[in-house]
């Protein structure tokens, strides 16, 4: 880890904390921006803003314990999303399970166009289902058989991931200002737990499908509003193999929080997925670009 880039964002921060009237108890303190607990700067670590596993190098600092947490919690999932992306895409296998007459083995299957093949992995499976199958395939006795495709990520996980990266996109923003509002409160709360239902995670996520970045970036921070509630559509660059990108709406803070959250309630009953041109002019440029 590089010292003088975590004491850079150290300094940063603090500046914020102090301009938005927060303080620490003793100096050399930061407030995570995710459990918002004051932690020394021993206990601080350099964090990635979207996860590094999908291609994120943007950092900002929060304490060790989130770190770790979220990177076994939240990050693995995000990376297995976007490996299930790659793989429908030609790129890398997805696992299976698959069932031949009964029998049940696991598979790697490699989906190219106009190809699909099954490798199995023995090591994974039953030998006797092995030798089984195999005899039903030499004496012409497999009519058809069934696959099941094995994701290995939780919705909720690697939505909640998103949502993570976008929350700590505007903190790297606007700093302390907007985390410090009960608005990001709400946000956070949820980040940390992820059996809460509210706000429902479901419909401030989507797909930006069809979106052509002006340029090139990890992370964009589209303001807009919609019946006076002021949001931030924060839209995020996954990259494996192949890229995508998600977009998560994110309020700014006002006097009425709960507004946001229910019109973006409704808004998610009518819309599945979204297909947006942009301009780029209406995109905030990071002031801390790395
Ligand atoms: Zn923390």
New binding site residues.
Partial sequence: MSLTAKQKEFDRLQQSLVHSGLQTVRSNELI?P??W?S?PFDDLSLEHIVPSSVGGRQTTL??R??NNDHGRKLDSHLANFQQVHDAFRGHGHLRTKLNINGNEMVANLQWKEGQKSFHIVGKASNPIALTTSEADFHSGNVDEFTFTILYNYARNNFKTSLLRSAYLVLFKHFGYEYAKHSIANEIRKRVMDLSLEQPNIDSLIVEARGFRPPFDDQQYVIPGSINDAEFCLVILRIRRATTKYMGVYLPLPCDDCGKFFKLMNSFAKEQNGLKMSIPAEAILKSKQSE
Avoid: D, E, N
């Fill in positions: 995570c995710l459990c607990q932690t929060t304490c314990t989130c």
